[in-house]
Every structure is written in structure tokens, then in C-alpha cells.
């Protein structure tokens, strides 16, 4: 069992920045395949970046240049970095291990 908590949502002005950090459990972490998704309402949850174990990365087309991704295998954590923030970026953000386990997610909010 993963278990996984999301720190850093909030709410900051169109244009602006957040860093959404994951702190995961479990001495493999350095194995997982981890990602971040998000949730508006009235959407399905969607893949917005993923990084797999060896530090490759994938991003939602939508967040391409604005996202990233990155991870410390060391502190067992999982990071975005989320730049020129837009109001369609509103929504609930979801840490994911081996797309398996969730953490309970965390709001961001863009206003414009």
C-alpha cells in the first residue's frame, strides 16, 4: 500500500505560480511511476504530467511550457511547478502512484 499527500494548492491570480508538492510512503518509491491529475467540476479526472522512474517526462498538451514535473527520489517526493496560470487550470490536483494509488487531492483555484 502507497499512500500519498498532496501539499500546496490555493488560490493565486491568473498569470501567477504554484508548486503543488506529493509526499509518498514506501521504500520503493524510486520504482514508481508517479503523475499528477486534476478534476474540474462537471470534468473527468485528467492526466495533466507524469514522470516515470528513470525521470522521463509527459505532459498534458494543454500545460505543455507552463507544468513540471519532477521528483526526489531521496525525499520521496513528487513536485509541479505550475507557471502562467490560467482559470482553466482550476481544479482539484491528484498525486498518482503507478496508476494505482491516489492522494486525496488539493484545490487550486486561478482567478482572472
Known amino acids: 500500500q502507497v499512500q500519498l499527500m498532496e501539499s500546496g494548492g490555493g488560490l493565486v491570480q491568473a498569470g501567477g505560480s504554484l508548486r503543488l508538492s506529493c509526499a509518498a510512503s514506501?521504500?520503493?518509491?524510486?520504482?514508481?511511476?508517479m503523475g499528477w491529475y486534476r478534476q474540474a467540476p462537471g470534468k473527468q479526472r485528467e492526466l495533466v504530467a507524469a514522470?516515470?522512474?528513470?525521470?522521463?517526462?509527459d505532459y498534458a498538451d494543454s500545460v505543455k511550457g507552463r507544468f513540471t514535473i519532477s521528483r526526489d527520489n531521496a525525499e520521496k517526493k513528487v513536485y509541479l511547478q505550475m507557471n502562467s496560470l490560467k482559470p482553466e487550470d482550476t481544479a482539484v490536483y491528484y498525486c498518482?502512484?503507478?496508476?494505482?494509488?491516489w492522494g486525496q487531492g488539493t484545490q487550486v483555484t486561478v482567478s482572472s
Open positions: 498518482n502512484a503507478q496508476l494505482q494509488f
Open positions: 514506501g521504500h520503493l518509491f524510486r520504482l514508481y511511476e
Open positions: 514522470i516515470s522512474s528513470g525521470g522521463n517526462t
